[in-house]
């Protein structure tokens, strides 16, 4: 990520009098998708603290796209976490799912001023509604594993 973080840096410099190129949305993708990396990383670490787009260098609509993305990525976890039974970890990602959403939207402008972030986060609540499903199921699913298995002790318990 460092490297990602100096490529945009000297991306930046190199146009910094090129105003034409420089907003042409090259740069901005690339931010996007440092902001995606950074924040899906503070995600799947389980961190409490989400950068600002200060702290990571991109302008704040490329941070607000990129934050979009990171539900998505998050959902990811998600199931890799369900694959693996660990509903109670997944239901700490929906969490930091939602939080990432909330910001999200309270961003009332125009998609010209946001780079069309309705549209991704209307998405991103497609997923964490997909998502919390996916974690209901997985919940009912280990609660009906764990009944079986007390009754299956209780049963071999008492035939001894």
Do not use: C, W
């Not at 949305?25 to 931010?31: K, V």
């Not at 009906?144 to 071999?156: G, K, M, N, T």
């Amino acid at each position: 990520m460092e490297e990602a973080r100096a490529a945009i840096d000297e991306g930046l410099a190199a146009v910094a009098e090129h105003p034409d190129i420089r907003f042409a949305g090259y740069l901005q993708d690339a931010q996007k998708e440092y902001a995606e990396a950074r924040l899906t990383e503070v995600i799947v670490d389980g961190g409490r603290q989400v950068p600002s787009p200060d702290s990571l260098g991109v302008e704040d609509a490329p941070y607000l796209n990129g934050m979009a993305e990171a539900i998505g990525e998050a959902r990811r976890r998600v199931l890799d976490l369900l694959r693996a039974g660990r509903v109670d970890e997944g239901d700490a990602v929906l969490a930091a799912m939602e939080d990432l959403y909330g910001v999200l939207v309270t961003m009332d402008y125009p998609d010209a001023i946001t780079g069309n972030l309705r549209r991704a986060t209307d998405v991103a609540r497609s997923l964490i509604e997909k998502t919390r499903g996916d974690l209901a199921v997985a919940r009912v699913s280990q609660n009906l594993h764990d009944a079986l298995d007390r009754h299956a002790r209780e049963v071999l318990g008492k035939g001894d």
